[in-house]
């Protein structure tokens, strides 16, 4: 039931930046509502990681980042660490649906 | 610090009642400002939002599993429960449950517990 659509898998080297897309529609990103970033390590609960389409939390590092654009969103990992492989969701609001996720994305560090 | 816990049977035969409580420490229900959520994640795949409950007892659920889905809360123990009717296989999931923050642009996850698995199977 994912309305918010994300690319199955991102990869990248060590320092290098990624960046992760969530395209939704006008009942939920476009329409107004914020979104929000989860990280997800492997056999862990997922954390958040930004909120408010670009505010972080105490404790995550300004490697991460978030934008939100119309009807998208992004978020950024600049100077790519190996802790950092992980799945990756964003989060919004529908005005049908209530809470929705994306579909999620794998970060690969190579 | 606020902490969730989950607890509940891991198995759950098709047709039952999935019955989850989620115990939190760090921070009270009763104090409001909060919504206190389920969320599910089936093997290997992404994650699916349940419903809350607000400390006063007010519900929202997920509208595709609306017909089968009771949260309730007990603020004298600071825990909230889920109970999911006529399970199926298609059921079995990771079951999560956190503290949700509601504001004019939205909701969001804060804190989550470390999630139980559930199998639905005879």
């Known amino acids: 039931q994912s309305v918010l659509t994300q690319p199955p898998s991102v990869s990248g080297a060590p320092g290098q930046r990624v960046t992760i897309s969530c395209t939704g529609s006008?009942?939920?990103?476009?329409?107004?509502?914020?979104v929000h970033w989860y990280q997800q390590l492997p056999g862990t609960a997922p954390k958040l990681l930004i909120y408010?389409?670009?505010n972080r939390p105490s404790g995550v590092p300004d490697r991460f980042s978030g934008s939100k654009s119309g009807t998208s969103a992004s978020l950024a990992i600049t100077g790519l660490q190996a802790e950092d492989e992980a799945d990756y969701y964003c989060?919004?609001?529908?005005?049908?649906?209530?809470?929705?996720f994306g579909t999620g994305t794998k970060v690969t560090v190579l | 610090q606020v902490q969730l816990q989950e607890s509940g049977p891991g198995l759950v035969k098709p047709s039952q009642t999935l019955s989850l409580t989620c115990t939190v420490s760090?921070?009270?229900?009763?104090?409001?400002?909060?919504?206190w959520s389920w969320i599910r994640q089936h093997p290997g795949k992404g994650l699916e939002w349940i419903g809350y409950?607000?400390?006063?007892?007010?519900?929202y659920y997920n509208p595709s599993l609306k017909s089968r889905v009771t949260i309730s809360v007990d603020t004298s123990k600071n825990q909230f429960s889920l109970k999911l009717s006529s399970v199926t296989a298609a059921d079995t999931a990771v079951y999560y449950c956190?503290?949700?923050?509601?504001?004019?642009?939205?909701?969001?996850?804060?804190?989550w517990g470390q999630g139980t698995l559930v199998t639905v199977s005879s």
């Open positions: 408010g389409n670009s």
């Open positions: 409950i607000y400390y006063s007892g007010s519900t």
């Open positions: 006008s009942s939920n990103i476009g329409a107004g509502y914020d």
């Open positions: 760090g921070g009270s229900i009763s104090s409001g400002g909060y919504y």
């Open positions: 956190a503290r949700e923050l509601g504001y004019s642009s939205g909701y969001y996850f804060d804190y």
């Open positions: 989060q919004s609001y529908d005005s049908s649906l209530s809470e929705v």
